[in-house]
């Protein structure tokens, strides 16, 4: 059964480790995530962004899917189904479909709006009995169509958002989704020092997990952040297997075209990358 993310989140704050929040493309990836979260005794959250969720024909298949897996894989640990950086009217939608928790990103208007529609959806999520993530200061480059700029968060707004009652806040470090580029200046830990003491107990989410250095990531976790979230690095490990298995000619032997043979190495691939995180963050062993 889908939880939401605050029970998982406010372990990992209390205990300091951060929970993984990988995202989702297909059965393939959902499969080996489940599999390998259950393996390692680990909680974590399955990421949709609304580009994927289109892409895997509407938010109600990709809960279908999901359920469907927790009770066929038998899946124990806690797994929360969770909206990525939603629009307003996305994040509706997938209330409306089942999703166990929602990120609503609002950084991109002006702090009253996105305060407005952010208390908005606390209020729809409380009667359903579901998280929510918000965020202040965009985090950089692109990913599945959502554009920042990569601006540090303003702490006071920070604030003003955790008082709302959200159940986590995404603040903008210097954190950018994609490649980081080799001028890359780093997290600024100022900033998240300075939204920590902002915001007290709120656990904290860093985006664009792949990527930072394992020290940013450890004194990151020191700092508050509670969820860390992880696309780019499995979408490279999975086209990375699969390239070399078509480029060695597999495809072609027998009946190495079957998409369960083709698909294989990827998907083990991205249970390799998985695993490799959930050590990196701590969560290995946190589901008992």
Known sequence: MLVTAKEMLAKARDGKYAVGHFNINNLE????????????????????????????????????????MLEELNITVPVALHLDHGSYEGCLKCIEAGFSSIMFDGSHYPIEENVEKTKELIRICREKGMSLEAEVGAIGGEEDGVVGMGECAD??????????GVDMLAAGIGNIHGKYPANWQGLSFEILAAVKEKVGDMPLVLHGGTGIPEDMIKKAISLGVAKINVNTECQLAFADATRKYIEAGKDLE???????????????????????????FGSIGKAE
Request: aromatic share 6%; proline share 5%; with cysteine.
């Open 29 to 68: 990836w959902t499969k080996a995530i489940l599999q390998t979260a259950e393996e390692l005794r680990s909680p974590v959250i399955l990421g949709v962004s609304e580009g994927a969720g289109k892409y895997m024909g509407g938010y109600k298949t990709v809960v279908g899917m999901v359920n469907g």
């Open 155 to 164: 702490p006071n707004e920070c604030k003003m958002i955790a008082d709302l």
């Open 254 to 280: 027998g009946k190495g075209f079957d998409p369960r043979k083709l698909l294989a190495p990827g998907a083990a691939a991205i249970k390799e990358t998985v695993k490799t995180k959930m050590e990196l």
